[in-house]
Nanobody
């Protein structure tokens, strides 16, 4: 399994931006798909965005046009640039390796105030 550590969460006003980073414990160049999920208060964990080793991306409809996922295989990191944040984006954000065995980070809190 890969150990994943997220960073970059925090408190931001609506309309603001945050950049989340996820550092992996080993090389990610051989990992096909990585991504970000989030869990909003009182809701189930949901997909935010994924990216493949070839650079193909997939986004939840709720974040399309506002969030951008990227990966840096040389630095073994995956990032999530979040712009035009809304209060409904408030959640714990988790980095994930979706290749088996699935690996999750511990999460980072993002709070968007209105």
């Amino acid at each position: 399994q890969v150990q994943l550590v997220e960073s970059g969460g925090g408190l931001v006003q609506a309309g603001g931006s945050l950049r989340l980073s996820c550092a992996a414990s080993r090389r990610i160049s051989s990992i096909y798909r990585m991504g970000w999920y989030r869990q909003c208060p009182g809701k189930q964990r949901e997909l935010v965005a994924t990216i493949t080793s070839g650079g193909s991306t997939n986004y939840a409809d709720s974040v399309k046009g506002r969030f951008t996922i990227s990966r840096d295989n040389a630095k073994n990191t995956v990032s999530l640039q979040m712009n035009s944040l809304k209060p409904e984006d408030t959640a714990v954000y988790y980095c994930v390796v979706t290749d088996a065995p699935i690996s999750w980070g511990q999460g980072t809190q993002v709070t968007v105030s209105s």
